[in-house]
Structure formats: C-alpha cells, structure tokens
C-alpha cells in the first residue's frame, strides 16, 4: 500500500537528532518558553523573511490570537467583518468567531482553489475591517491583488497559512502598506510538522508582536504582572526542538514535493480527472496535490484496489456544516463543486520514484 502519508517514515529520519534534543531538554529541566523556543521563533523568522515570531499552541490560535491583538490595538472592533474563503477548512471560520467577528464568505477560483480577488470588493461593507486569505492546499494566494484591495479600503490582511510553510517566503512580496500577519500549524501531518500540536504567528509589525507575546501567555510578559486579558497557547519547548531539527530540512522538502507534482501534472493523462492549476513557480509547495472528479467515491475505491490510499480535504464546505445552521440554505455553486469532487492522492517528500510512478499509472488506467 502506498500511504497516503507515512508520518513514521518521515519522523524516523530525524529519530537521532529527536533523542538528543529530548535528552538535553530533560537534563536542563526547563520546559516552558525556554531557549528552544526563542531560537525557533528566531530561526523562523529569519526563514520567513519578517521581524517577529510568536510560538504558540497550534493554528487556530494562532489565528485567533492575531484577531484579539488587533481588536487590542483598536484596529478591530467585535462584530466586525471578515472576509473569508467559502472553500476554507472550518478553522479558518472559528478563529474568527471565536474573536467575535463576523465571517463573510466569498468564493475560490475553482482553478487553485484559493479566494477570487475579483469577488472581494463587492463583499465590502462599511462594518468590512479585515481579509483572511488561505493558501489552500500550499498555494500561495493572489497577495498581490488582494493586498491592493485591502490598501484601498484600509483592510488588515491576516494570512492562514497552516498549509503553505515555504511558499510565503519564496514567493511573496511585502507590502508594507497593508498592516498583516501570517498564521502557521505544524500540525504532524503539514509540510512543517511538529510530533504534537504547534503553531506560530509571523509579522513585520512591532505593535502587533508586542501584544501577542503578551496574549499568549495569559496577557502576560512579566511574570504576575497581566496587561491583558489573555490566554495559555504557548508553543511547547519539546515540539520547539523537534521543529528546530525539522526547518533546516523544509526547504529540501518542499523541493521534493515539487518535482513530484511536476510528474503529476505533466504525466496524468486522463480526461476524467481534473488537474490543479500550477505554474511551476515556487508559489506552491503541495502541502497536498488535490485532484477532481465526478465519480469520487468510485475513483477512491479503484485506488484503494490498486493500493494507493488517499483523503479527501474537505468533503463537506463550512456553510453546510451542522455548527453553522444559519448557512446553511446559502449556495456557494463553486465551493460546493469543489467539496464534491476533490480528492488528494499521495505526495510527501520521502516518496520513490516508483510510488510516483505507480500512482500515475494507476489514474492513467482509470
């Protein structure tokens, strides 16, 4: 069988350098923002080209929290709007609620999969304070454009980046502008995973650092002294050290998967199945190679026969959500598309040329 993605494969690479740092960690006996974790904010913020980093417990918070910073800062006010993808996974959607905003759905481009720009605009209203891009599937957003839309309108840009490790640093140009902060998961299974829940939050913007490095550890800098009312999402020091193993090896990683969506694309040959749209620039680092077809549940099983696992991200879109009843007689046509017919097959950086070459075989055979 051909795992969808072999997470032990990938760790036992590192297994070594992980008995170390858990070695040193339990000698010094120092387990909570302790040097682990300020070298992996820095060492992160260097890899993503921007001034501060701030570990905290996972993406969700991470996104979160930056929402409750800027509602700190006065920027932000609750009840507010936020733009959102309407093909997002439902994180994406929490975060803002749970900062007591208001989402407002816009849908992708059936193509990447990834927000319209061209559809922004005409969901702006006056209650309208920020825009939250996901870089779906490890493709990078359209930032260009809708860091134009934000400037004209005096948005703030928060970027959910769970699932773009990589592609934010090798791609994107800085608009310095538009105030913005970038979101980050190292969930186990992301293209930068940690052996746990992680997360981190990246900006340029001092103010905005100042208040998360706060938030994330209770409202506090100082220990007993609480400037704001905040939460415990701290990054852990041991998933810091894993992490700090792992980066130095992401951008290898993201190479791999690369050329192994290059194979994808220029060597499935099939009209039932549709392809994603990739220019072959570094925009992209396939946290997930997601295809499309009519008959899912049919080609799913066919692989599954041919023993290649596979997933499927997402099968139901947020409006239609049971959490979310208030959605759901909305219609998204091509969102709904989307989450009908996705499926991701496999790609991660230790697969074989054989694999590949298999997993090609088979959809071509299809």
């Excluded at 046509?333 to 097959?345: F, Y």
Aim: hydrophobic fraction near 40%.
């Amino acid at each position: 069988m051909i795992k969808f993605l072999d997470l032990q494969k990938i760790n036992a690479q590192y297994q070594d350098e992980f008995q170390q740092k858990m070695k040193f960690i339990l000698d010094k006996g120092w387990f909570i923002l302790g040097n682990e974790v300020k070298q992996f904010e820095a060492d992160f913020a260097k890899y993503t080209n921007t001034k501060h980093c701030i570990g905290v417990g996972n993406g969700l918070d991470a996104l979160v929290l930056i929402f409750k910073a800027y509602i700190q800062l006065g920027l932000i006010q609750k009840g507010d709007e936020v733009i959102v993808p309407a093909n997002t996974y439902v994180a994406s959607i929490l975060a803002v609620l749970q900062a007591d905003l208001v989402p407002v759905l816009v849908e992708p481009r059936v193509e990447t999969y990834n927000i319209n720009p061209d559809l922004i605009s005409e969901k702006i209203t006056s209650k309208t304070k920020a825009i939250l891009p996901v870089h779906l599937y490890g493709q990078l957003c359209e930032m260009d454009k809708i860091n134009e839309i934000a400037k004209q309108h005096s948005l703030i840009v928060v970027e959910d980046a769970a699932q773009s490790h990589g592609a934010i640093l090798e791609f994107r140009s800085q608009n310095l502008e538009v105030r913005n902060a970038q979101a980050y998961s190292f969930y186990p299974g992301k293209n930068l995973g940690a052996l746990g829940d992680a997360g981190a939050i990246t900006t340029n913007d001092d103010d905005l650092a100042k208040v998360l490095f706060s938030l994330r550890n209770y409202g506090s800098q100082k220990k007993y002294h609480n400037e704001f009312v905040g939460i415990n999402s701290r990054l852990d020091e041991i998933q810091a050290a894993f992490l700090n193993v792992k980066l130095s090896h992401l951008s290898d990683d993201n190479s791999n998967r690369r050329t192994i969506a290059k194979r994808y694309l220029t060597e499935i040959k099939n009209d039932k199945i549709g392809l994603p749209f990739w220019d072959f620039s570094t925009n992209h680092v396939f946290h997930l190679f997601v295809i499309r077809t009519q008959n899912r549940e049919e080609l799913q099983n066919y692989l599954k026969e041919n023993e290649i696992e596979t997933m499927i991200h997402y099968p139901i879109p947020p409006h239609k959500q049971n959490a979310f009843v208030e959605w759901n007689n909305l219609s998204f046509p091509i969102t709904e598309k989307i989450h009908n017919e996705v499926l991701s097959v496999p790609i991660s950086p230790i697969m074989t040329i054989h694999e590949v070459s298999k997993v090609i075989q088979i959809l071509n055979q299809y």
